[in-house]
């Protein structure tokens, strides 16, 4: 076991990098691997969503190679652990049937537990816009961390670090719309303490409105009645969409316009392209 409680944040991110190239290099795996009853998700985890067909093909890797990269987890009883970082690649575990997984194990407070499962899932882009802001806020109201603090321990900026905060005020119907990725983040700040937002927030999947369009809303600058030809242009998506089984965006200009399809996986892909070449 790792002992890094006070030794701050970047020492403690560096000897779970060497424990994790020890494991890798086989060095020390025979003793750092836990078995897979003992071991629960982190109470401390942001990531709550797990993509299902990504947690699959995880399986089937796991299952032809093993685990390649160790989980991160701490002591919380005799025989029991809880996870730190790694929660997905103990879930596929579990689901390829494998009984042990390599393990760092690490002493470590809650904030530093929370910022290490903060900091892999921003390393791995696996957070969604929502868990991230919602981490943050554990950490300045459960933790005490400033704003600066937080942005030092993730690698981010101060005002990158205020403006996902600042989703927490948001609805809980919008902030589902952002946790589905229907909304950006920069589209939801603008909804914010707006009397109008649900309905603006329908405007901006049904007509494709970018961010200064959202804001020309909230404004004044642009009518809240949708046009007649963003109205079929919606129309059209809303066919195509039902047709093709994808969620499809139509935008139009005085020019012409574009239309998007939006896909989860290259087999999804492959299958609008085959669709599209009939």
């Known amino acids: 076991m790792t002992n890094l409680v006070g030794k701050g944040l970047a020492a403690l991110l560096g000897d ?93 407070t809650d904030a530093e537990a929370l910022q290490i499962g903060l900091i892999e899932n921003l390393q791995r882009d696996d957070l969604n816009p929502m868990e991230e802001a919602e981490a943050f806020l554990r950490l300045a109201n459960e933790h005490h961390q400033t704003q600066e603090e937080i942005a030092l321990a993730v690698s981010k900026s101060r005002s990158y670090v205020a403006n996902q905060m600042r989703l927490n005020n948001l609805s809980g119907h919008l902030k589902q719309l952002v946790r589905d990725r229907r909304i950006t983040p920069g589209h939801a700040r603008n909804l914010i303490n707006d009397p109008n937002a649900e309905e603006t927030a329908n405007r901006i999947m049904n007509e494709g409105l970018n961010v200064r369009q959202t804001e020309a809303i909230r404004q004044g600058k642009i009518a809240t009645q949708k046009s007649p030809e963003n109205a079929d242009a919606a129309a059209l998506a809303q066919q195509l969409q039902e047709t093709l089984g994808l969620r499809t965006k139509i935008i139009t200009n005085q020019h012409g316009g574009a239309v998007t399809f939006y896909f989860n ?5 492959d299958e609008l392209i085959q669709k599209l070449s009939i």
Not at 22 to 45: A, C, D, F, V
Not at 265 to 269: A, F, K, M, P, V
């Open 265 to 269: 996986s290259y087999d999804q892909l």
């Open 16 to 108: 779970i990098a060497e424990s994790a190239r020890e494991i890798e290099s086989g060095k020390i795996s025979p003793h750092n691997r836990i078995y897979l009853n003992q071991i629960t998700p982190g109470r401390l985890q942001p990531r709550k969503a797990f993509d299902p067909e990504k947690l699959s093909d995880l399986v089937d890797s796991i299952r032809k190679n093993g685990v390649l990269q160790p989980i991160v987890v701490r002591k919380v009883a005799d025989q029991d652990y809880e996870i730190i970082a790694g929660e997905r690649r103990w879930r596929a575990s579990e689901t390829a049937g494998l009984e042990t997984i390599p393990a760092v194990v690490l002493e470590c």
